[in-house]
């Protein structure tokens, strides 16, 4: 526990090195052995993280970025690209680690495939429900149970739980745009939800 209130309070401080171990830890499921150990007498037990201390954290990682800014326009500007900036070193460092012994991707679609169905069931342990793409550099890509919104609502719910749920898919976007980038894909990345706790990414791919 101590190790795990150690990454939470880094995390606050220096957030992109502390939130990438929970990614890794977290990909073989909701309890994942880190690579921490704690020893006690000849007998080391691994660190157990579990998936809702995750979303504890991503939960306080926004609202930090909420509290410490005005609240104006322009500061909601900054917030979306701290957490998008935040989630783009996390996608890079995920990707990184994750294709190590893969070879070369060979085209912009492979690249894609590979976020919906592989980096995907990693972090979210599901693949993308629907991808679309109209062949000149957009994708579209579509959960239907995302699930960090599972266990999200509201008192009013509908549009309401909507809205307020929009701020933490900028951190996503940034995981997602972060790891095309590592791939050699450099694009935009924008989501929306309409009803939780499905929502839509589109990938808009950089023109060469």
Excluded at 28 to 39: C, F, H, P, Y
Excluded at 109 to 136: G, Y
Aim: hydrophobic share 45%; with cysteine; charged share 20%.
């Amino acid at each position: 526990m101590f190790s795990l209130l150690l990454k939470m309070s880094t995390v606050l401080q220096s957030a992109s090195s502390a939130i990438t171990p929970f990614f890794t830890s977290l990909a073989s499921g909701d309890e994942s052995s880190n690579s921490a150990s704690l020893t006690a007498g000849n007998t080391i037990k691994p660190v157990y993280v579990n998936e809702s201390c995750l979303e504890f954290l991503l939960m306080e990682m926004v609202d930090l970025m909420f509290r410490t800014t005005a609240d104006s326009e322009n500061d909601k500007e900054a917030v979306f690209y701290k957490l998008e900036m935040l989630g783009y070193q996390v996608g890079q460092s995920l990707v990184e680690r994750f294709t190590r012994e893969r070879p070369r991707f060979v085209d912009t679609l492979d690249v894609v495939k590979f976020i919906c169905k592989e980096l995907w069931s990693i972090i979210f342990k599901k693949q993308i429900d629907n991808l679309k793409t109209n062949h000149r550099g957009v994708y579209v890509l579509q959960d239907n149970n995302f699930r960090w919104f599972v266990r999200m609502s509201t008192e009013a719910g509908g549009a309401d739980a909507a809205k307020r749920a929009v701020p933490y898919l900028w951190f996503p976007c940034g995981l997602i745009r972060g790891a095309l980038a590592n791939l050699g894909v450099i694009s935009v990345v924008v989501a929306e939800t309409n009803s939780l706790p499905q929502c839509t990414f589109q990938i808009k791919i950089a023109k060469s």
